[in-house]
């Protein structure tokens, strides 16, 4: 009930629903719309509040300012503090603010969140580990399309992402060219030939492999075509064969049962 009241999506002014089963999810999504809103908040989410500190004409040195001497936009600056702390209460249900409303700064308040959903130093490591085995682990078997093996490779390099840890564009585009069928072997030839694997883009990759993959769905569907087809002639054929070959009978039959009689009454 509590999500529904919430209205997502349909105001920029709220930040994404906190998702605990989709932390990672969340997590990127959060980060893009703090950063869309003001590059200052991020930086205080990961960095730290910002210091009431001005630069002493006197001393030359930045030195504590007392709030009742602190100029207008010193002042601007550190109410982006509080901004920050906002724009993450925003996004989370009761529950979850319960767990963080002891926390002083945006900063305390998101790596709470970090270590409860994401996990500490260790379990963060022994995710990455696994992630990275299941990255060079990844082949496409020869039935799966291109659409959903690109799906299951993308929430792998965005979860590594989300920890951190990540693979060049470079490597990404060789690992799913490798991890193809080998059906597919002569268009990577032709890709390798054709392309700068350096600079080439995953997404573009994607959308060659993808043009290919229809191309061949309609060689195939075209040759299954003609099969049925030339069935259908061929059992046509059989047909008219078989119905030939049954008359044929009935008349031998017959012009045998006329023989027959004709030596019986010939006997009698």
């Not at 001497?69 to 550190?78: A, E, I, M, P, V």
């Not at 046509?236 to 027959?260: F, L, P, Q, T």
Request: charged content about 35%; proline content about 3%.
């Amino acid at each position: 009930m509590e999500s529904e009241k919430y209205l997502e999506g349909q105001s920029m002014q709220r930040p994404p629903l906190f998702e605990s089963d989709g932390f990672i999810y969340w997590k990127n999504r959060f980060e893009t719309y703090v950063k869309s809103k003001d590059l200052d908040l991020w930086h205080i989410i990961t960095n730290g509040d910002f210091l009431p500190f001005q630069n002493n004409p006197e001393t030359k040195k930045d030195e504590i300012v007392p709030f009742d001497k602190q100029n207008d936009d010193l002042k601007r600056k550190l109410s982006k503090n509080n901004e920050a702390k906002m724009v993450i209460y925003n996004a989370l249900p009761r529950k979850e603010y319960e767990r963080i409303f002891m926390c002083e700064t945006a900063k305390d308040i998101w790596n709470s969140l970090l270590v409860t959903h994401q996990g500490n130093n260790q379990v963060k490591d022994n995710k990455i580990d696994l992630l990275v085995q299941q990255y060079e682990q990844f082949t496409i078997p020869e039935e799966e399309s291109i659409d959903n093996a690109f799906a299951k490779f993308n929430t792998i390099i965005t979860s590594l992402k989300a920890l951190d840890e990540s693979f060049s564009s470079k490597n990404c585009v060789r690992k799913f060219l490798r991890a193809l069928h080998p059906k597919w072997r002569a268009k990577v030839t032709a890709i390798e030939e054709s392309k700068n694997l350096t600079t080439l883009p995953l997404d573009e990759l994607i959308g060659n492999l993808k043009v290919h993959e229809e191309i061949i769905k309609k060689d195939s569907e075209t040759v299954k075509s003609k099969r049925e087809q030339n069935r259908s002639i061929a059992l046509k054929a059989r047909k008219e064969s078989s119905d030939e070959n049954s008359s044929s009978s009935d008349s031998e039959d017959e012009e045998y049962g006329v023989r027959n009689f004709k030596k019986f009454f010939k006997a009698r």
